[in-house]
């Protein structure tokens, strides 16, 4: 075999960027059972706070946990920052703070040792400016935050009422001022909701800062209690006059209809985004951390066999408190990920000779990309699969084309290419050497051993080229873009499509030449695969 001697050019070529546009989905099924199911997201554990004690009043923004910790001796509010694992005090002064609500950067909590001679205060964590929310010290708690409304419950005896401010203009707004008790005030926009003990039981009101009206959300002879709400859904718990457990309770705000999404066991407190609500959930005897998908209508359980409470749920978080022995406890988070095409896939439930399973990858192949993989070569050649099919844009063309990772390569379906054209094998060998420089060979004639390529500027001889011929020549591999050199120490050649690799010590003919695994080389460079401990491939700079 020969070995290129320097590697010099002026040749570069531009990489395939991958923009993925994927969307993997199930109908919607009963929701009065854990299901299996095939989401659009993932979730992964993203942290773990430091130790503390009788951690209470978890909530979450998209990228920032709150929470009352009490391991300093009094109350005071705790944060977690999700995109550096920062912990940290928003207020550092001394202080007794608890009770924190947190929307985008503003956190917001019930300041004062003497709950009797408390105030709602707060911070900007993005500015650092504090503020107080209530005027004068009195018994307020209960504080709840959307953009710049607060709302919160202001205590009459025994009874409470609710109030609001607004952040920007300092409007504040009396929301009820009656003899009944209102209680856990939520805040989404300009709607406030709340539990109301009105008629003989807990009902559910809300008020809308532009009517400035009060309407009736659910109100019957059970208690309604514990609200949360999205822009669609209210949830909460329905305790009912006949005994029993309590019903968790998903209400349409555009249709008044109501959904049971679980009613067998003891449900505690709620929390809820657009996509999830989450609950305390002691079907086992232990509080543990279930959760309900909105959008695909199916249970699932997130924390089990440990006392979990306390749940938070953001755009791009699940949290909750795990309790220790001891009053002790630690904040634990999940991110919420947008699935991948190369998440493992579970095996089918049915065996299909149409749509092939590799538990070597779990992933399946099917349709015309499980043809194309059959007849020219198959795992010989290609690989296993090491992705699902998923749609991207090709940016050279603007066309939408479906896509196919294997080990060693990458399929692509261009459905308004020709017929026999419409599958071919990815530039991958082009794209990741797009910053890489091989120097051109003269112009020399053909033999049976060796042949040139005006095309690039480069040739194939021996070994190489009698596998590039055998197996399926330009319309699989493509025309060499290197000549042969050491790589890793080995001997390898760079096709647009391909690498060839020579391993001398292979204990048959037929593995003496193999293709390098550029389908796995790519995946890793674009976060899709853990790297190797150490990189071996040399791609990178």
């Not at 279930?290 to 006392?307: I, K, P, V």
């Not at 089918?348 to 000779?353: D, E, F, G, I, K």
């Not at 042949?451 to 021996?462: D, K, L, Q, V």
């Amino acid at each position: 075999m020969q070995v290129i001697r320097r590697i010099r050019s002026a040749r570069r070529f531009n990489a395939f960027l991958l923009a993925c546009a994927l969307f993997v989905g199930s109908m919607a099924v009963s929701v009065l059972s854990l299901q299996a199911q095939v989401t659009d997201y993932r979730l992964e554990l993203a942290t773990t706070s430091s130790l503390g004690i009788g951690l209470s009043h978890l909530d979450a923004s998209a990228t920032v946990l709150v929470w009352e910790d009490r391991r300093a001796g009094n109350a005071d509010v705790y944060a977690l920052d999700l995109e550096d694992n920062r912990e940290f005090r928003p207020d550092r002064t001394p202080g007794v703070r608890s009770q924190p609500a947190i929307s985008g950067t503003r956190i917001v909590w019930v300041s004062g040792a003497d709950p009797a001679k408390a105030q709602i205060a707060g911070t900007d964590i993005a500015t650092g400016i504090t503020f107080t929310v209530t005027d004068d010290p009195g018994p307020v708690e209960q504080p709840a935050i959307d953009g710049t409304l607060v709302a919160w419950r202001e205590v009459r005896g025994d009874r409470g009422d609710i109030r609001a401010k607004d952040l920007t203009t300092g409007e504040t707004f009396t929301i009820t001022a009656d003899d009944a008790n209102q209680s856990a005030p939520r805040v989404l926009g300009d709607t406030i909701v709340w539990q109301d003990f009105r008629n003989g039981n807990w009902d559910l009101y809300q008020w809308n800062r532009t009517t400035r009206a009060v309407t009736s959300l659910a109100v019957t002879p059970d208690d309604e209690v514990d609200p949360v709400l999205n822009q669609q859904f209210i949830a909460f718990r329905r305790l009912r006059r006949s005994g029993g457990s309590p019903q968790l309770v998903l209400l349409d705000r555009r249709t008044g209809s109501e959904t049971l999404v679980s009613t067998a066991h003891h449900i505690g407190r709620l929390a809820m985004s657009d996509r999830f609500l989450i609950w305390e959930d002691w079907r086992s005897g232990v509080p543990e951390i279930y959760g309900f998908d909105l959008e695909q209508r199916t249970e699932f359980a997130l924390a089990r066999s440990q006392r979990t409470v306390w749940p938070a749920v953001s755009t791009r978080a699940i949290a909750w408190i795990t309790e220790l022995p001891g009053g002790r406890g630690r904040v634990q988070a999940l991110a919420i990920r947008p699935r991948l095409p190369s998440d493992p896939q579970d095996p089918p439930a049915v065996l299909s000779a149409d749509r092939l399973y590799f538990p070597q990858t779990k992933h399946y192949l099917s349709g015309g990309f499980k043809r194309f993989w059959q007849t020219h070569g198959g795992e010989r050649i290609f690989g296993y699969p090491l992705t699902e099919e998923f749609s991207v844009t090709d940016p050279s063309t603007g066309e939408q084309i479906v896509v196919q990772y294997f080990e060693r390569v990458r399929l692509e379906y261009r459905p308004n290419a020709p017929e026999d054209q419409r599958i071919a094998i990815g530039r991958l060998g082009v794209e990741l050497t797009a910053d890489r420089a091989f120097a051109p060979v003269v112009p020399f004639p053909d033999s049976t051993d060796r042949r040139y390529f005006p095309e690039t500027g480069h040739s194939i001889a021996y070994g190489f080229k009698e596998f590039w011929e055998k197996n399926g020549g330009l319309a699989i591999f493509g025309y060499p873009i290197s000549e042969e050199f050491t790589e890793n120490g080995r001997t390898v050649q760079y096709f647009e499509r391909a690498r060839f690799e020579y391993n001398p010590n292979a204990t048959d003919e037929e593995s003496r030449i193999t293709l390098g695994l550029l389908g796995r080389e790519a995946l890793q460079r674009m976060g899709w695969l853990p790297r190797p401990p150490i990189d071996t491939t040399m791609l990178t700079r």
